[in-house]
């Protein structure tokens, strides 16, 4: 094999190309226009999540770079050399393996577990420790030990999305988690015929995400996604098209805001607030019971007085649950979708 077919060859270099146009669009087009746009308001936020998504798209080298030039223009020429030699490698590795009768029983193998997990995916329960889960520091900058998987499905929740669940994004302490299945059996009484959607938890050992969250890092914070009605009827929000209900923005009432592209398809929809306010009610029970304690909820700040205004909501303004009062403009738009739930372990 000499160097140019080796290295040279006209869909490898198409094929970096593309990626790194996709890379360009990620990281430098989108987030402009999201700025111009005022869809997202908070310019330093965006600017740090596009430094991350160019450090995840191109690692490894990334990681041997400054974080400035990984940020530049001058970066660029570089991506489009690390998936031209990514390219390479991989589809050398992959002759390699092609040879071989045991690659086929490999990758059907793969395929066949993949196949079992998505009809059930609460079997990956079975992988967690046994042994006491154990929440090391905040919730901000803290890990996670012993932690447990949330469940992915129960009879009236499920949670939202099964790559995430894949990739181990659900972990919680295991009082926790007792907490949210026992709020949604209560659910089951006080809220029949409705679907819970729970969000995205911690990492299996806690820590920082590289997107997402800035907490959720020790096990103690959760999002649960809002419940909204059409006509009257449950809405399901999620789906691919709205980033799986973490998309969907409504205005300052809880009305699903149609102005904005992604929320297109969901006419005359708004948040049901007396099942959200139910929902929390439920979770406040289930984690006294527990041993645990809600420390804060966030939730746009302008959708409070619409929760608070449900004959549920009076009920939840009594136990004093503690809602966050300021947010930033960012965290504040975040918000009109999930609760973000922080706990604390009492005993
Ligand atoms: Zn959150």
Known sequence: MNF??????RSQLLIAGILTFLFVLLTKLLPLYLTSQHIIYDEEAIGIKAGKMSALLTWPLS???SVHFVNSYYFIPFVFLHYWLLIVVLKQIHLFFKQRKIYRWIFGGIILVFIILRINPNLLCALDSNEPSR????????????GRRMLFRGNN?????????????????EKVKQSLIDAYMICETTCPGITFY???GSMRRGGPYIFNHRTHQNGLSVDLLLNYKKNNEPYDPVGLLNAYGYGLDTDEKGKVNKSKPINRYADDTQLDFETNARFLLALDDACRKNGVRIRIVILKTALKPFLFATPSGKKLQD?????AHTLTPMLNQAHDDHFHVDFEIVQ
């Open 135 to 146: 929440s090391i520091g905040t919730s901000g900058n803290g890990s996670l030990q012993h």
């Open 4 to 9: 140019k077919s080796l290295f040279i060859q």
């Open 319 to 323: 136990r004093h649950i503690r809602f």
């Open 198 to 200: 729970t969000g995205e």
């Open 63 to 65: 990681d041997l770079l």
């Open 157 to 173: 929740f499920q949670y939202f999305n099964f790559l995430s669940y894949l990739k181990g994004n659900c972990f919680v302490h």
